[in-house]
C-alpha cells in the first residue's frame, strides 16, 4: 500500500523513531512502519522481549522517516511533536488527548522539532518553523521553544482537547551590534545542564543554529538560561490587531486573569476569556536571548554546517576550574 501511494520502496520501511521506557519499565516502540505508524509496548524479563500490545502510532511517530519529530516520557505520559498525517501537513504537540490547534499557523507553521524536554512543571519543545510575524516582510524561517504544562486537562466544551497552556517564544542566537546578524534555524540542542558560570549557578542548555541553506553556509553554538526562557514566558503577548499591521505586544489591560499559559490546579475551569486569549496569543514578543549575548561559537564554510551537539559538563581541570565540554 505505501509503494501504491507513492513512496518509494527505502522510505516504505519500519524506521523506529521512538523508543521510552515507561514506568513498569516496559519498552515503548513507535516506528513509521511503511507510512502507517504504529506503537508497541514489550516486557523486558530475563534478557529477552514479551510482546504486550499494540495501538495506532498516529499524532506519535511521523509516517516519513525523513520528518524532523521529538518525543519524551514524562510521568506515564508520551508527549511528541510530530505531524499527524500522511501529507506531513498537520503539524501537532501532542499528548493524548491534547493537542494543538489543527492547520492553524499561529499554533505552529511548519515546524522542524529538534527535541523536547521536562523541566519543572512543564515539557519544553525546541523546533524552526517558519516565522509568522514576519510574514509581511518576506518569508523567514525562525527558532522557537515551546511549553505545555504536564497537569494540563485541556478545557470545557469546544476546548475539551485542546491544550490551554501552549505558549511558545523566539530563541535569538545572533551576532550583536547595529544591524545583528541571525544564526536562525536550530538544529540540535544538548539536555539541560547544571553548571556554575563565573559566579552564577545557573541551569544551561547548549544549541547549534545555522544559517539558511540558501544563503552564506554559517553555524553558531548558542546557549541559553532556563530561567531566561521562563521569563519570557512571563512577560507580553504579541500579537497582529490587523492583517497587514506589525506584530506588536499585547497591553498589559488587555490580557485576561487568570494570565493565558499557567499552570492551574484544572483547567478544565477556565473562563472562555482566557481561552479564547491563548488560542490566538500562543506567542510571547520578547525573544529568549542567548545566556553570553554572543554565540559561543561561530563557524564559516562552504561546504558543512553543524548538525548535532552534545555536552559533557562541568569537567574538572587539574586547576580546579569546571568547564562544560562541547
Not at 175 to 180: L, S
Not at 200 to 213: G, Q, S
Request: contains cysteine; negative net charge; hydrophobic residues 35%.
Amino acid at each position: 500500500m505505501c509503494l501504491v501511494k507513492g513512496k518509494d520502496e527505502e522510505n516504505c520501511q519500519n524506521y523506529i523513531r521512538i523508543i521510552a521506557r515507561n514506568e513498569q519499565g516496559n519498552l515503548i516502540l513507535c516506528g513509521t512502519n511503511s507510512f502507517k505508524p504504529v506503537c508497541r509496548e514489550y516486557g523486558i524479563t530475563a534478557g529477552s522481549y514479551s510482546f504486550i500490545r499494540e495501538k495506532p502510532g498516529q499524532a506519535v511517530c511521523p509516517y516519513d522517516p525523513l520528518h524532523n519529530s521529538t518525543a519524551v516520557y514524562v510521568d506515564g505520559d508520551l508527549y511528541t511533536g510530530t505531524v499527524a498525517d500522511f501529507s506531513g501537513m498537520d503539524p501537532i504537540i501532542y499528548r493524548e488527548p491534547l493537542q494543538t490547534e489543527q492547520y492553524d499557523s499561529m499554533s505552529l507553521n511548519a515546524p522542524n522539532f529538534v527535541n523536547s524536554m521536562t523541566q519543572g512543571d512543564f515539557v519544553y519543545f525546541f523546533f524552526r518553523e517558519t516565522a509568522v510575524e514576519y510574514i509581511n516582510c518576506g518569508k523567514a524561517v525562525f527558532s522557537r521553544v515551546a511549553r505545555v504544562c504536564k497537569y494540563d486537562r485541556g478545557g470545557p466544551h469546544r476546548f475539551r482537547n485542546r491544550w490551554t497552556s501552549f505558549l511558545k517564544s523566539r530563541l535569538n542566537c545572533s551576532v550583536q551590534g547595529d544591524f545583528p546578524f541571525y544564526f536562525n534555524e536550530i538544529q540540535s540542542t544538548t539536555e539541560l545542564v547544571e553548571g556554575t558560570y563565573g559566579s552564577l549557578t545557573t541551569h544551561l542548555l547548549y544549541a547549534v543554529f545555522t544559517t539558511p541553506v540558501n544563503s552564506i553556509g554559517g553555524s553558531a553554538v548558542c546557549a541559553f538560561q532556563l530561567q531566561d526562557i521562563t521569563d519570557t514566558f512571563e512577560g507580553n503577548f504579541k500579537e497582529q490587531s490587523e492583517l497587514n499591521s506589525n506584530w506588536l505586544p499585547v497591553q498589559s489591560v488587555k490580557v485576561p486573569d487568570p494570565r493565558p499559559g499557567q499552570c492551574v490546579n484544572d483547567s478544565r475551569t477556565l473562563p472562555d476569556l482566557t481561552l479564547n486569549f491563548i488560542k490566538t496569543h500562543a506567542l510571547m514578543d520578547e525573544s529568549v536571548p542567548s545566556f553570553f549575548r554572543q554565540p559561543i561559537l561561530v563557524r564559516t564554510n562552504f561546504h558543512y554546517r553543524f548538525t548535532q551537539i552534545a555536552v559533557d559538563p562541568q569537567i574538572k581541570t587539574p586547576g580546579g576550574k569546571s568547564y562544560d565540554v562541547l
